[in-house]
């Protein structure tokens, strides 16, 4: 999306509410801020465990090394974090430039519960979500739960942060009660499954054509090549595994489009309910990602956020076209009454889990998986690392070792050092996702009549930006502000497009006056579903996003 911004005097809008915003006396300049150095810290939740896979509890700061990018990392403070203990005061530990976690070795759950409605059958997702209704009990005094569902267009929120059992109840009792799309894509499966096996044999009784010129006719007028050395399988058999067929456009079920938009939905999630002050793990119920690489957005934001992973497979085993013959399942481990389908999409579900130091629910675990998640973080070393934070938008590899021999430790195995910007652009799209921005609308969004150039129609669009969102800070011989602008274009049936991320940028010489408007020109390409755009930039001074809408004339005809 190219873009052009400038600063402007005159307000635009015209509708009252916006015009209260003109000041009734001498307007003053907007306040300038001073860079602040960033000192946040990596938090790692560890579980360690014994080679029966046993917890082992009574660990200390010397039994572990933490290495960054291969280079060996002090740890600034380390706990021990037990339920059994949680009313007893942690003992600090010892040593240069470590600090107690806290006072209490325990930390609450914060619990955020995401239903992929996009994959979800229905029947399926009520056994589930009504198992987990029963397990609320199992959450300890303190612990949080947030509820939200994806159905493929935005998020909603059925509940927000509580610890009250009733208004969870209650939550995932109209969660029940809300459509899921995941039937379309599960008749889709079997119906493309279906169409490959018909072209597959088709396919072979061509191929049995090319070579035997009877083959097709009648079977009493061809000749015998059932037996001897020469003998050719018959029409319908096919020799060796058969060839899948790539997902053609047309058809309903296109998993690369729709993981990976539930694997955004559920980053946003995580962004736009910032969660309280305790251990952040997210709950993820799905039908599955049949790739880690679907998954790679929710996995890096988990990481950048501190969350841990914990999916569901609210399928359970897939018994469609399974094998349960012992040479049909191939070397040990041996997969009785399971399918290639299921196997990928638990591995994506374990890969999920493994990277962010979680544990995934697979099969009939998912009806406990609200007692699995409670159990377990009931037990766990919380340790913290300062990286030196350079903003650069680099990945960088953690490695939690456990000094004495024979112990296994499960923590995240990466953090992202994300830049201003790109924290600022991920939260303004996750307003949007999530639509919690403030009741009335504060942008002011101007749509022109639609013009050919380059070869295509755009649509110029003007947005509006109150300058005492902006946080100017001195730059060279002025000041300079920026934020990010997250634009969606909404067709007639609500199905939602987002545009490229872009920055609205702004270099003064002098403050600009309160009740002013910064303004940012960009093109919108034409589409003829096009009904609605609506634009969510971040408020740099109150954290919250500020939004605004315009309608799109239908084309004419």
Known sequence: ?????????????????????????????????????????????????????RRVPGLALGDFRLFVDGVETPITFFSEIDEQRRRVPGEPATGAGVEAAAESTWQSRNILVFLDEATMVEARRDLVVRSLAKQLDALAPGDQMAVVAFAGSRLE??????????????????????????????????????DAELEAEVAAILDLAELDPWAGRHPASAPSVSSGPNARPGPL?????????????TQLFNPLDRFLEVAEAAAGAMRGLPAPSGRKMLMLLTEGFQAPYFARPVIREANRLGYSLYPVDVKGLDTFRAQNDVENSGPAPFYFVTTEFDRQIDYA?????????????LNSNRLAALERLVEDSSSYYLLGF???WRGDDRRHKIAL??????????????YDDASRRTRLTLEAGATLLLGRSRSEPRLLVTVGKPAAAAGKT?????????VESLAFVPHEQGFHAEAPIAVVVLDAKGKRREMPASWLQIDVAQLPSQGTYAKFDFPLAAGSGARRIVVTVHDALSGEALWGEARLEPPAR
């Open 1 to 53: 999306m190219r873009a052009r911004s400038v600063l402007f005097l005159v307000l635009l809008a015209v509708s009252p509410a916006a015009a209260q915003t003109q000041p009734l006396e001498s307007p003053r300049p907007v306040q300038a801020f001073e860079e602040s150095i960033d000192v946040r810290v990596v938090n790692l939740e560890a579980v360690v465990t014994d080679a029966r896979g």
């Open 157 to 194: 929120v059925l509940c927000d942060w509580t610890g009250d059992r009733a208004r969870l109840a209650a939550a995932l009792a109209a969660a029940e009660r809300r459509p899921a799309r995941g039937i379309r894509s599960e008749v889709a499966r079997r119906e493309d499954a279906d």
């Open 237 to 249: 058999a096919t020799a060796g595994p058969q060839k899948t067929l790539g997902m053609r456009p």
């Open 349 to 361: 579900l374990q890969s999920m889990a493994a990277a962010t130091g979680g544990q995934a629910s």
């Open 386 to 388: 300062s990286p030196t």
């Open 401 to 414: 070792v456990a000094t004495r021999p024979g112990l296994a430790v499960r923590t995240r195995d990466s």
């Open 458 to 466: 755009e649509i110029p669009v003007s947005l509006g930006v109150p």
